[in-house]
């Protein structure tokens, strides 16, 4: 099995986030078949990658500018069986490739997700924010499988496919994620949900697995690490589960959603003040902030729905 590895880069401002990614990669149990770095819309940054890595494959976006277009320009590159992706700040594990080529060893999987462990640039997690919403730095979060098993969807900084089927059902889609961010710039994403629900619709009994064994930690700047980068990017992702809704209907769309709003967000808010009542004053912090995610994903959901929907209208 050969796996392409592409990791999507877009500033200089990265650069040594860049340069510890591709040594993660370089540096694995498992070698990978080729490294590809994929440019998005960035000459200086393009020149300066070539003369670096004269070993990898460094390539412009040859898409739409943002992350699903480098993505698709880097399948399409790609000679291996598996594209794996990985983010631009993220560091992987030695074991990180090896696990998720062992996850396609059933014909049946056609993306294998692993587990994404956070990196406070602040040195330490703040002490409100819930383990439950962690998808909003990029990472694993309370609530989905703790041991391999099917899941619907794989997080996109830390996934591979097999190469074939990405093409073959148009890739991901760009006006989806954070190439579309409009006059006002919002963390967008879901590209990989719409993506993945897209893949299993349109490949009856294929799946998608999650591998815990693929480990990688992904960093998270202290900016992001503020109540307020909370509230945007929770409201940014219920606009984007609009968006996913109209591409693949609501059922497959909100499925995973739904099950994590009843059950591990309630769960997590009890925690958190049982942890309160025991002499843990955060707690109180975590539960409010459950709340709150919960209610700003909700709204900008409703409003991305109203928008599209007026957009319909006028059509």
């Given at each position: ?136 730095v ?30 073959a ?26 993506f ?22 992904h ?8 109540f ?15 968006l ?72």
């Open positions: 099995m050969r796996t392409s590895v592409v990791i999507c880069v877009y500033t200089e401002d990265r650069w040594e986030d860049i340069r510890q990614a591709v040594e993660s990669v370089e540096n694995q149990t498992r070698r990978p078949h080729e490294i590809i770095l994929v440019v998005d819309y960035n000459p200086e940054l393009h020149l300066r990658l070539k003369k670096e890595y004269p070993g990898a494959i460094v390539v412009v976006n040859a898409q739409e500018k943002g992350l699903s277009g480098g993505k698709n320009t880097g399948a399409q590159i790609a000679s291996g069986d598996i594209v794996a992706y990985l983010d631009d700040d993220a560091i992987a594990e030695p074991g990180w490739l090896e696990a998720l080529e062992e996850g396609f060893q059933d014909p049946t999987i056609v993306g294998v997700g692993g587990l994404t462990r956070p990196l406070w640039g602040t040195g330490h997690r703040p002490g409100w924010y819930p383990h439950e919403f962690d998808w909003t990029g990472c694993s979060y309370r609530g989905m499988p703790t041991e391999r098993a099917r899941i619907r969807n794989v997080m996109g900084g830390n996934a591979a496919f097999r190469r074939e089927p990405i093409g059902v148009g890739g991901f889609h760009t006006g989806i994620g954070r190439s579309v961010q409009g006059r006002k710039p919002r963390p967008l994403g879901c590209e990989e949900t719409e993945c629900i897209r893949l299993s619709q349109r490949m009856p009994g294929s799946g998608m697995l999650f591998e815990p064994a693929a480990v990688i930690g960093k998270v700047p202290a900016a992001r690490a503020t307020g980068y909370f509230r945007s990017r929770c409201y940014a992702e219920g606009l984007s589960k609009a996913v809704t109209q591409s693949v209907g609501a059922g497959d769309g909100l499925a995973s959603e739904r099950a994590h709003a009843l059950k591990a967000l309630p769960l997590g808010a009890l925690r958190g003040v049982g942890e309160a009542l025991r002499g843990d004053v955060s707690g109180l912090g975590r539960a409010g902030a459950i709340v709150v995610g919960l209610t700003w994903t909700t709204w900008g959901y409703v409003v991305g729905s109203l928008r599209l929907k007026k957009k319909r209208v006028r059509a």
